[in-house]
T-cell receptor, first 113, second 113 residues
Framework: GENVEQHPSTLSVQEGDSAVIKCTYS??????FPWYKQELGKRPQLIID?????GEKKDQRIAVTLNKTAKHFSLHITETQPEDSAVYFC????????????FGTGTRLTIIP | NAGVTQTPKFRVLKTGQSMTLLCAQD?????MYWYRQDPGMGLRLIHY???????AKGEVPDGYNVSRLKKQNFLLGLESAAPSQTSVYFC????????????FGPGTRLTVT
């Protein structure tokens, strides 16, 4: 089955700086890669996703890049703000024959004012 | 729309007791999922369902049973609770096989003593 590794497990950045979280996956059949944000005590919520037919996707201050050859994808947050403090999870799933997401273990991002 | 709801929000069980967690969604989603979230381990899939009357095992199914008698409801049962089942349980749903975004419920914090 799919295995998703996520690094780092914790990350602290100064407000206004950029943050990057990286994930690698094992199943070459995976072609959907979402990122979820979970604030303390809240439910995970989708913030951005990418499919394998594109290499990069942006939404305001967040972007995701995908390298299918190397089987890794990354979340980039620019101009970080205090409200970006949360736990971020990456995930992967194949497009066919498998309805399951496999999640990474999460990155706790802390924005230092 | 209420989205995805879970009951109860909190529960304390003694070892050997049984209970059922209820997940309900009002978005007419086909797919429903039960995850458990433990510190440092991300979200792990327990069981899932691709439609009314169907269920399948996920990554960590032992000690749990599920039922999906109605499309909008997905029940997670613990027949004989163990301390290792202390966790936060999240239900999620997604619309179809081709629309992947998973919407999460607010979670149930379960403690087994």
């Amino acid at each position: 089955g799919e295995n998703v590794e996520q690094h780092p497990s914790t990350l602290s950045v100064q407000e206004g700086d950029s943050a990057v979280i990286k994930c690698t996956y094992s199943d070459s059949a995976s072609n959907y890669f979402p990122w979820y944000k979970q604030e303390l005590g809240k439910r995970p919520q989708l913030i951005i996703d990418i499919r394998s037919n594109v290499g990069e996707k942006k939404d305001q201050r967040i972007a995701v890049t995908l390298n299918k050859t190397a089987k890794h994808f990354s979340l980039h947050i620019t101009e970080t703000q205090p409200e970006d403090s949360a736990v971020y999870f990456c995930a992967a799933r194949p497009d066919f024959g498998n309805e399951k997401l496999t999640f990474g273990t999460g990155t706790r991002l802390t924005i230092i004012p | 729309n209420a989205g995805v709801t879970q009951t109860p929000k909190f529960r304390v069980l003694k070892t050997g007791q049984s209970m059922t967690l209820l997940c309900a969604q009002d978005m007419n989603h086909e797919y429903m999922y039960w995850y458990r979230q433990d510190p440092g381990m991300g979200l792990r899939l327990i069981h899932y369902s691709v439609g009314e009357g169907t269920t399948a095992k996920g990554e960590v199914p032992d000690g749990y049973n599920v039922s999906r008698l109605k499309k909008q409801n997905f029940l997670l049962g613990l027949e004989s609770a163990a301390p290792s089942q202390t966790s936060v349980y999240f239900c999620a749903s997604s619309l179809t096989r081709r629309i992947y975004e998973q919407y999460f419920g607010p979670g149930t914090r379960l403690t087994v003593t």
